[in-house]
């Protein structure tokens, strides 16, 4: 295994399970009013930029599907979890329905954006590594076709 791709990998992890957990609590940062998510959606995509970079397209996408398979898991236990009866004196079914009831929606809307922004990442911008790998590819003799630049004229 690589080194430095496990805790990296570790990181996007766990930024991507946390983020809607943290969605749920709005705060007040000046005039605006923000989602406790937008904490970790900067360690989510510098993580996942980095494994791009760094460990190439083929090896981030398979984290990304581990994390939705995560994040699945998430969805499914959070929703169980919440269907079972409180036990008797337990007065916290309330909050906890308030607070994690809301994970599996939020959880889904998070998902699809995963899936597709890890799908397209190919055809994003031409420095991502990804899309390097893809237009190589396509273009027999360079990773992106070559205009021609223009030489200085001779004096």
Do not use: N
Request: proline share 11%; net charge positive; glycine share 10%.
């Amino acid at each position: 295994m690589p080194s430095g791709l496990l805790p990296l990998v570790a990181l996007l992890i766990t930024a991507q399970l946390v983020g809607p957990i943290l969605g749920s609590k709005l705060a007040q940062v000046g005039p605006l009013v923000l989602d406790g998510a937008l904490v970790l959606f900067p360690i989510s995509y510098i993580c996942g930029d980095a494994l791009t970079e760094v460990f190439g397209y083929r090896l981030t996408r398979r984290v990304i599907w581990v994390s939705f398979g995560c994040q699945l898991l998430v969805v499914l236990a959070t929703g169980l979890v919440e269907a079972l009866p409180p036990a008797p004196g337990w007065d916290g079914q309330q909050a906890f329905s308030r607070i994690l009831g809301t994970v599996p929606r939020m959880r889904l809307r998070v998902l699809w954006p995963i899936w597709w922004g890890s799908s397209s990442m190919r055809w994003s911008s031409p420095s991502s590594s990804g899309s390097m790998a893809w237009v190589g590819h396509r273009w027999p003799g360079g990773l992106w076709p070559q205009r021609p630049v223009p030489k200085p004229p001779i004096r």
